[in-house]
């Protein structure tokens, strides 16, 4: 949708942006811990630009993830995806996963699907286009550099939600339950030029 917008209205708000400091992960009500998780994707690079693939300008299927062992005790974990460079009050919510299992390690390419067409054994919440699934990064021509943050968390237990949660309802969830939190950032940008995300090198999908 967002590609529609037209290159010059796109670099008028290059400076409109909603910022870092709205990304759920600093919200300092979690209390997010001294703990981190190692959030990775075998498809880009921390930093790196987003393969087209995974964006409104290719099929736009949700990115492979993969993540270490979590602490002791953790029940679940849970998921979002935000572009906090979108020019909005508040980040773009590309995902929301709740009840990932415990012994995940991995979200599959195009696992982050509407409730129904995913086997990943978990629930899948609202995007900011209030669709269930991943809603593809779709930056505005002309606007700059977009980050998408992709949020992990393991929390001590399954909280008690909707059938189709938003940003909101999972930041409440979250508080007084997050054990340990990990962070992994690409990119994607139109009508500038910027490297292709790079495969990380010796990275092997978690079995």
Known sequence: MLEHVPQWLGAMLRGVRA??????????DLDVGSESLQLESPAFA??????????ADGDGVSPPLLWRDPPAGTACFALIVE????????????????????????????????????????????????????????????HGNHDYVFQLFALNEVPPMSPN???????????GRVLAAGMLVGTYSRGEEAPVG???????PAT
Do not use: Q
């Open 198 to 204: 790079r495969v990380m090198a010796g990275l092997r």
């Open 46 to 55: 921390y930093g790196a630009r987003l393969p087209e693939r995974f964006t």
């Open 19 to 28: 910022g870092h400091s709205k990304l759920v992960i600093v919200n300092p």
């Open 83 to 142: 572009d906090p460079d979108a020019p909005a009050p508040y980040p773009f919510v590309h995902a929301v996963v709740w009840a990932i299992p415990a012994d995940a390690r991995r979200l599959p390419e195009g696992a982050i699907a509407p409730d129904g067409e995913n086997r990943i054994g978990a629930d899948v919440g609202r995007n900011s286009f209030y669709t269930e699934g991943w809603l593809p990064p779709d930056p505005p021509t002309g």
């Open 165 to 175: 949660p938003g940003r909101d309802e999972l930041v409440e969830a979250l508080v």
